[in-house]
C-alpha cells in the first residue's frame, strides 16, 4: 500500500474556535479532533449550535482556528495565509446550504462552473467550456442552462450547479454543509442521491455536516456526533444507529424517524436547551441534561476513549462518557429518562 492511499484526505486534530465576546469567550469548537481517509464520508450531527458549521468553515479556512490543526492531504493548512491556501483551494470545496447566496447572480451558469479551473489555471476558455457541458450532465442538468444566470434556476438546480462547481476542478474533499435543507422537500432526496452517486463514481472524502438523521444514515460511513463544541462520540454509521453509546447519542437518535415502525424506539426528551458555549457547564458539557448524570460527571471532563471494535477486525469506536465500560457496555439513558 503506497502513503499516498493511506494519506488522510482531511486530519483535524484538537481544533479549537473561540470567538472573542464582551463577557469571555464563545467557545463554538472546543478541541475536535476528525479524520476523513480517501473516499470516505463522514457526517458530523449534532444540535443547532453545537459548532458544526464552525468546523466545517474552518476545514476550507473560510475561517481561521484559534488553535489544534487541520491538515489537508498531507499538507498542514492551519497557518497558511490566504495566497499560500490559494493552490490548496483546488484539494478542498464547500457546498454550502443556501445555493442562492452562494452563487454570484450576475454570472452565468458557465462562468459560475468555470471560475476554479479558471483561477487554478486549469483549463483554456474552450476546454473550460466543454468541462461545464460535462460537469452540467453529471449533475443532472441540460447544457442549455449554462447561458442563464442563478435566479432563473429552481433552487435544487441552483444546489445542482453548486456542486457541479465544487467537483470541477475534482477536489479530494468536499465539506457539505447541510446542503439540501434549503430546498423543497420534493427535490431533497434527489440532490441527496446525486451527491452520493457522484461520491461513489469520484471517490472523493467527503464531511457531510447536517441535522437530517435519515440522509446521514444514508449517505455516510461513519459518523461523530458534536455537543457543545466536541464530539462525544464517533463510530461506523451502523453501529451507532443501532448501539449508540453515549447517553446524548441514545436522546439524539430517538429523535429520528425509524424507517421500520416495529422497531419503535422509545423517544428520550432531553429537558433543557443547550448551554452556552460562552458559559459552558464544568465536567461533561452534557451533565446539565443528562438523565444519568453522576458527581464525577459534573467535575471532570471526559476523554474521547477508543472503544473495542464491535468484531474482530471491525472500524473502532470512540466516546466520551464516564458511564461507559471499558468494554463498550453503555447505560440506557431510556430507562433514567
Ligand atoms: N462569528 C461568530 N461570532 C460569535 N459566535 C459565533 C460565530 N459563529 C458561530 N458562533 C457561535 O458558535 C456556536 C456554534 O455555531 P455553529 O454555527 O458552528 O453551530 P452549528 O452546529 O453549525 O449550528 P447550525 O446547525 O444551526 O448551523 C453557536 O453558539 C454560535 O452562536
Do not use: W
Not at 449550535?49 to 482556528?65: F, H, I
Not at 490566504?82 to 458557465?110: C, Y
Amino acid at each position: 500500500m503506497t502513503d499516498r492511499v493511506t494519506t488522510p484526505v482531511l486530519d483535524v486534530r484538537g481544533l479549537r474556535r473561540h470567538f472573542p465576546a464582551p463577557s469571555g469567550s464563545v467557545r463554538a469548537v472546543d478541541g475536535v479532533s476528525l479524520t476523513i481517509g480517501p473516499g470516505e464520508v463522514v457526517g458530523l450531527v449534532g444540535e443547532s449550535g453545537s459548532g458544526k458549521s464552525t468546523v466545517g468553515r474552518c476545514v476550507v479556512r473560510l475561517d481561521t482556528p484559534t488553535g489544534g490543526e487541520v491538515v489537508i492531504d498531507g499538507t498542514d493548512v492551519t497557518s497558511l495565509s490566504a495566497r499560500q491556501m490559494r493552490p490548496l483551494r483546488k484539494k478542498v470545496h464547500l457546498v454550502f446550504q443556501d445555493p442562492s447566496s452562494s452563487l454570484n447572480p450576475r454570472m452565468t451558469i458557465r462562468q459560475i462552473i468555470a471560475e476554479p479551473l479558471r483561477l487554478h489555471g486549469l483549463a483554456s476558455r474552450a476546454e473550460a467550456s466543454a468541462r461545464v457541458d460535462e460537469l452540467l450532465r453529471q449533475v443532472g442538468l441540460r447544457p442549455e442552462l449554462a447561458d442563464r444566470t442563478p435566479h432563473q434556476l429552481s433552487g435544487g438546480q441552483r444546489q445542482r450547479v453548486s456542486i457541479a462547481r465544487a467537483l470541477s476542478v475534482e477536489p479530494a474533499l468536499l465539506v457539505a454543509d447541510e446542503p439540501t435543507s434549503a430546498l423543497d422537500v420534493s427535490v431533497q432526496a434527489s440532490v441527496l442521491n446525486l451527491l452520493a452517486d457522484l461520491q461513489k463514481d469520484r471517490g472523493f472524502g467527503c464531511l457531510f455536516i447536517t441535522h437530517d438523521l435519515a440522509a446521514v444514515e444514508y449517505l455516510a460511513d461513519r459518523i461523530a456526533v458534536m455537543y457543545l463544541g466536541r464530539i462525544v462520540e464517533q463510530a461506523p454509521a451502523g453501529e451507532l444507529f443501532a448501539d449508540p453509546k453515549h447517553p446524548y447519542t441514545q436522546a439524539l437518535l430517538s429523535a429520528a424517524p425509524v424507517p421500520d415502525p416495529r422497531a419503535g424506539r422509545e423517544r428520550i426528551v432531553l429537558g433543557g436547551d443547550l448551554p452556552s458555549p460562552l458559559d459552558p457547564p464544568p465536567g461533561c458539557h452534557f451533565h446539565t441534561r443528562c438523565p444519568l448524570a453522576t458527581d464525577r460527571c459534573r467535575t471532570e471532563a471526559p476523554e474521547l476513549r477508543v472503544l473495542p471494535a464491535a468484531e474482530p477486525g471491525g472500524a473502532p469506536r470512540e466516546v466520551a462518557c464516564h458511564l461507559v465500560g471499558e468494554d463498550g457496555k453503555a447505560p440506557d439513558a431510556r430507562a433514567a429518562a
